[in-house]
């Protein structure tokens, strides 16, 4: 565990982030908070008629829900997230394969789209979550440079097949919003959230 510090957390509490993203880990870390890694396998699917924005939420309650179910103590807090990637309404995902990384990044090219992240705190058994979003603006590209960009492999773990964080950002003309949210964890909306946890535990949703 890295020896992160966030001042409300120095009282015997422990979290536990429920991701594997490294991503994730390094902007939480920035924040300085202490966590311990509770990564949890769970499905990720839900109903179609329901809207990305929607989804995330509802489904970094679920990781949340499944990582609590293994942390039941009183003295802890379990953090987990979710990003979605949208464009006219239809949530990418991560590619299946390069053929499909392609088809995705092309999707994109010239377009804004929408950046979903989903935030789930849960503390003495209530459930507090919300979600960010932020429109991303891609500058127009061809296939010759999205076939470059997937060759670097860097899109393969990816919603919507970029990293804006990394070589990604070269596709992106701008955002309206924040660049956490793109990256998979709004520190703000975090923040947020742990602090109307521990402050007023008693106004989240029961489990």
Known sequence: MADYRFPALQNGLTLYLASAS????????????????????????????????DAVVLLSERKAR???????HEDTIILASDTLVELDG???????????????LLSLSGKTHHVHTGVAVIYRGRVHAARDTTA?????????????????GEPMDKAGAYGIQGLGGRL?????????????????????????????PEEGDAL
């Open 22 to 53: 490294p991503r994730r880990r390094e902007l939480l870390g920035d924040m300085g908070i202490a966590f311990t890694l509770s990564p949890c396998e769970v499905d990720e699917h839900t109903d179609p008629a329901v809207h990305p924005a």
């Open 66 to 72: 499944a990582a609590h179910a293994l942390h039941t």
């Open 90 to 104: 239809v949530p990418l995902g991560k590619p299946k394969n390069e053929a499909h990384a392609k088809e995705m």
């Open 136 to 152: 991303v603006h891609m500058r127009a590209f061809n296939a010759v440079e999205a076939e470059d960009y997937i060759a670097t």
């Open 172 to 200: 992106v003309e701008g955002i309206g919003g924040e660049f956490d949210t793109v990256v998979g964890l709004p520190t703000k909306l975090v923040d947020e959230l742990l602090c109307r946890a521990l402050l007023h």
